[in-house]
């Protein structure tokens, strides 16, 4: 008879990375651009944790030890494909990745203040700030859509994206983070 606590690697893999796969995406996505090519080493990188659960030390946080994975998968998949050469030296995304991890706690805090000060902002400049960034519409077609222009669709976007900064910033000075 096994205890909660005797889970199995594999069990407790699957729980591990789909609770972290966003975050460990979001820092692949910081050392390229390509979104493709980010989902590929997830992937990748998804494979290589699952092999080496068993190393993983369960009295660490998993995050860090994926984003070790990550990197490495990075700078192989960076090997295979020549053009990553021309944008980033091993020394800048060296950088950049041990730069993301150290602020990787303060972003996670102001993507939970953006959902909140979202849910501040009324529906229709929401569903606005959604056809934008999420569903890629141009400017032109939700100002068609919305019946305005396209240059006070524009200001409207810019004054929610302030709206939105303010209350984040306001949110992180009050939660005692700093709010560069």
């Known amino acids: 008879m096994s205890s909660e606590n005797e889970i199995d690697p594999r069990s407790r893999f699957i729980q591990l990375f789909m609770s972290h796969e966003k975050q ?16 590929d080493v997830l992937q990748e990188t998804a494979i290589a944790l699952y092999n080496k ?16 994975f990550a990197y490495h998968m990075t700078l ?7 053009r990553w050469h021309r944008f980033l030296d091993e020394n800048l995304m060296k950088e950049i990745a041990s730069r993301q991890q150290m602020l990787s706690p303060e972003l996670d805090q102001r993507r939970e203040y953006l959902k909140e000060c979202l849910a501040e902002v ?32 524009y200001k409207a976007l810019q004054r929610v994206r302030k709206t939105l900064m303010h209350c984040i910033q306001g949110k992180m000075q009050v939660g005692g983070m700093t709010a560069s």
């Open 24 to 39: 460990i995406y979001r820092y692949i996505l910081s050392l390229m651009p390509h979104s493709q090519d980010a989902q």
């Open 53 to 68: 659960i068993e190393d993983y030390d369960t009295t660490r946080p998993f995050a860090p030890w994926a984003f070790r």
């Open 76 to 82: 192989k998949h960076r090997e295979k494909s020549g």
């Open 122 to 153: 009324p529906q229709q400049k929401r569903s606005m700030l959604t056809e934008y960034y999420f569903e890629d519409e141009t400017v032109d077609t939700i100002a068609e859509s919305q019946g305005k222009s396209v240059e006070a669709t």
